[in-house]
Structures are given as C-alpha cells and as structure tokens.
C-alpha cells in the first residue's frame, strides 16, 4: 500500500516513522517532509498548503491513503477535495474541523450541546471587548484568536491594560490577519492541563490516551508561548476515573453533536482540556495529532496505525482496534537560538547517531546542505522520545540523548517531565 504523509514538522516525521513499521506499507511518499522523513520514504517538494498540488500527486502516484499532519489543509477543505475525487483520506471534512478552524463555533458548538468550557464572548468590535472586559476583574479572561495562529493566538493578559493592547492588537492591527478579526474573551481556567486523543469515525470514539505537553520556552513555564517544546506522558493525574468523565462528558458527546451538526467528524480529535474543581472542562479541540505529543504517542500506540487510519477512512472504526501500551514516554524538544523569534538557520548538526542509541530522535526543521550534513532549518530543530517503564526511566533516556546532540546556539528545557516526577516522590 501506498502512503501520502502530508506535513514536515517533527509530527509527521513520528508518523512516518510508525506507518515504517507497518508490513502492509510498501511506499512512503512525505510532502513536503524534512531530513528524518527522507531517510523513511521519499520526500517530494510540494508544501502542505498546496492542496490542487497534493492532489494531483496522489492521483498521479495512485496513492492508496493519505494521512494530513497539520491543521490548515483540513481547515481549508483537503480532506473534501480527495474524498470527491475518490481518494482516502484520514482528516476530517472542512466542516468538521472547524472545531480547530473557529474557536467562536466552537464554543457556540460545546454551549449548545452542554460539553464543559469555560464561559465566554464573541468579539469583532475592540470597543466593545475592552468593555465587556473591565467588567470582571483583573486576570480573568484568557484573549483567543478566532483562528488558528500556529498554537500563538491565546494570550494570558495579567491587568486591564495588557488586556486592552491586546484587544486592540488582534482587532484592530491585525496581530494575527483574518483570524484574529474576531476574538474570544473566554473565563480563565484553574488546573493541571491535559491533552488527549482518540480516534473519532462518526459517532465511534477509539480508547483514548492522555499527554502532557510544555508550550512556554523557558523553564518553569516562563518566556512566550511557542510550538511545544516537550511532552510525556502519562500525566501524574490521570486515572481511570477522570479518563471516564474525560470520554463520558467530552469526547463522546461532541462526536455525537458533530454529526447531529451534519458536520460528522473522522481522524483523529485533540481536545486540550483543564481539570479543574468541578472537573475536566475544554479549553480547545484541535483536528489533528498535536506535536509534540505524537512524538510520544507513537511509541505507545501497539497498533498498527495503517490498519487504523484505513478503517477511519472506510468508515469502519467500530471493528478496529486501538490499543495503547502501558509504558511511559517524555520528549524533549532541541530549538534554535531566538525561537520563537528570530532565528538562524544552515547551522551544521552532529550526535544524531549517538543520541538515537538512547531513544526515537524525531527531526523538525531539519535538512540536508549540497554536502550532505545534516543542518538547521527551523526553530524547532528536532528532538528525543526516550522511553521506560516509569516517567522518569524515559525523561533519563530522553536527556541522554539530547546531550549528545549539538549545532550552534541550542536551547533546550531541563525541566520537561520533572512535575510528574516530583508528584510521584
């Protein structure tokens, strides 16, 4: 069988290195990929926004099943082209991943069909939002970018005047273009965060599975939002209990309400969730695997994720099984000096080899020179899955590796996994 991996993060280099392991995958075909992909498969140069350009690959390499990595060829209709033209896909319709494409409809979504989120408003109006927004106190909203912003669009405003500027940033300048021309002024939630995952068909929703991630650069969860810099998984406080409010209260009924919506959803669901007092509430849903938590998730995953992205695509969830192992798994993320601003790239990179003989070295903004040398492209450079029986057996593995990893100007979080560590002491 033929497969089209679609995406060239460190993401789709963990799918790629898991539908590998499939022996009913002959081809792999990466577009546009990065240095880990082309080692897997054959990487072929035409970007993930090119959606005329992805199908006509497809069609010309009579590709057998295509997997989408990143949210905005789904929020753009991907997945409702290649289905019209008789291809299958794993990823959700345009109207289903509106779910990751508009957090208003989103919440207006969860609102309606009572799924716990935070309270929250609608905005296009920067007057109006500052308004509404001193009529709580100090802290209390979290501002969100109608649509996707690359995981920046939610800023925490600690007074009245950081909230305003970034009202009138998002509404007014355009911080974030079309989508932050409307934004969200949602309650401001307390509690661990945790990221879980099934894969939805329908109205079937698989077993699920539970991940922490790190989204701020520096350590303690200080410095400026990026793209995640680390995961593990699993989270200190999940249990059978909460993984059946999670699944009894969340997943399974906004599956049940997407189709009730005729926006019946099929891939895989992401709800980034908030267990507070009164339990587990959603902060957002997102259409995709997130990264980097795929990094740790396919490791876990025992089954074959062909067999299982295949009966998504046939319809035919509810006779598949997704089983995920019981082991513990931490990634931690290598990035450029000045991410997530500025950076340089074309740095040379070295200790790849030596750091795979400690876990899954998973590559992000990676490339190859007119050399041959492995070189920087990217923020995110790429990263180490360790993995063990126990949180801090596969945050060992883990570090082991990336201190053998080196390129100029490397940064790195020393403190991804500790908390679960800590917890548990």
Known sequence: MKVLVIGSGGREHAITWKFAQSPKVTELIIAPGNAGTAELGENVGVKAEDIDGLLELALSRSVDLTFVGPEQPLIDGLADRFEAAGLKVFGPTAAAARLEGSKIWSHELMSKYDIPTAESKSFTS???????????????????????????????????????????????HGAFGDSSSRILLAERMTGPEVSVFAFVQGEVVSAEVAACDYKRIGEGDTGPNTGG????????????????????????????????????????????????????RVIEFNCRFGDPETQIL?????????????????????????????????????????????????????????????????????????????????????????????VKDARDSAYAGIGLITFEGAQYRRDIAQRAIQART
């Open 298 to 390: 396919m490791p876990k995953l025992e089954t074959d994720l062909f067999d299982i992205c295949l009966a998504v695509a046939e319809g035919r969830l509810a006779g598949q099984e997704v089983k995920w192992s019981d082991s513990a798994h931490a990634f931690v993320v290598m990035v450029s000096d000045g991410y997530p601003g500025s950076y340089e790239t074309g740095l040379p990179i070295t200790g790849v080899k030596e750091a795979a003989e400690h876990g899954l070295v998973v590559h992000a903004g990676t490339a190859r020179d007119e050399s041959g040398s492995l070189v920087t492209s990217g923020g995110r450079v790429l990263g180490v899955a360790g993995s063990g029986g126990s």
């Open 126 to 172: 920067s007057a109006e939002a500052i308004k509404f927004g001193e009529t709580k106190p100090e802290g209390f909203f979290v501002i969100k970018a109608d649509g996707p912003a690359a995981g920046k669009g939610v800023i925490l405003p600690q007074t009245y005047s950081d909230s305003n500027i970034t009202i009138i940033d998002m509404l007014d």
């Open 229 to 280: 810099v680390g995961s593990y998984t699993p989270p200190e406080f999940w249990n059978e209990e909460l993984a059946a409010r999670v699944r009894g209260e969340i997943l399974e009924p906004i599956a049940k309400a997407l189709v009730a919506e005729n926006s019946s959803y099929s891939g895989i669901l992401y709800a980034g969730l908030m267990v507070t007092e009164s339990g587990p």
